[in-house]
């Protein structure tokens, strides 16, 4: 199975800053890379597929970017309402996803 | 449009059979494939498996021995039994369409493995 390992675990931060969230797969899984939000009480949501692909309706302040064994999710301006959890999940073999990556108020 | 949604017993005895069953809308069985998810109260996410579009199924090697995954695409369901539970089978669990990433989701269902 493809381990994906997300750091960091958890990530305070200040409204309007950027933030950078890592993903790292156990083996190259080209672009079959996908990022997901979670807020409590709530289903995950897809935010971004194929590494950088946008999806519809999602606010243009989030952005992904890698290839192989390396992501990033980023998030320009981050907004109180972007306090969440976020998972990347692979599709190159069958799915697995990361531990996950908090982000709470500093 | 698209819908997903999760049904099934809440409670479930140790040692027994979990059923649930995954009614879908707005789009064709036969053309996309729905995977179960499931998530531990405040864990993370755990792909459990799959039916695709045209009838195969792919699942969790960890789960592989107890899961069985089926469809019935006249009635727009998915169906998932998992045997053999035990308390740490407790959480919730979602179906969700996806070719590749997981697009839509359903509601999830809690299930709670307790005597």
């Known amino acids: 199975d493809v381990v994906l390992t997300q750091s960091p675990a958890t990530l305070s931060v200040t409204p309007g800053e950027r933030i950078s969230l890592s993903c790292r797969a156990s083996e190259s899984v080209d672009t079959y890379l996908h990022w997901y939000q979670q807020k409590p009480n709530e289903s995950p949501r897809l935010l971004i597929k194929?590494?950088?692909q946008s999806i519809s309706g999602i606010p243009s302040r989030f952005s992904g970017s890698g290839s192989g064994t390396d992501f990033t999710l980023s998030i320009n301006g981050v907004e109180l309402e972007d306090l969440s959890i976020y998972y990347c999940q692979q599709g190159n073999s069958l799915p697995t996803f990361g531990a996950g990556t908090k982000l709470e108020l500093k | 449009q698209v819908q997903l949604k999760e049904s099934g017993p809440g409670l479930v005895q140790p040692s027994q059979t979990l059923s649930l069953t995954c009614t879908v809308s707005?789009?064709?069985?036969?053309?996309?494939?729905v995977h179960w998810v499931r998530q531990p109260p405040g864990k993370g996410l755990e792909w459990m498996g799959r039916m695709r579009y045209n009838g195969d199924t792919s699942y969790n090697s960890a789960l592989k021995s107890r899961l069985s995954i089926s469809r019935d695409t006249s009635k727009n369901q998915v169906f998932l039994k998992m045997n053999s539970l035990q308390t740490d089978d407790t959480g919730t669990y979602y179906c969700?369409?996806?070719?590749?990433?997981?697009?839509?989701w359903g509601q999830g269902v809690m299930v709670t493995v307790s005597s």
């Open positions: 969700t369409r996806g070719l590749g990433a997981f697009d839509y």
């Open positions: 194929y590494a950088s």
């Open positions: 707005g789009f064709s069985l036969t053309s996309y494939n």
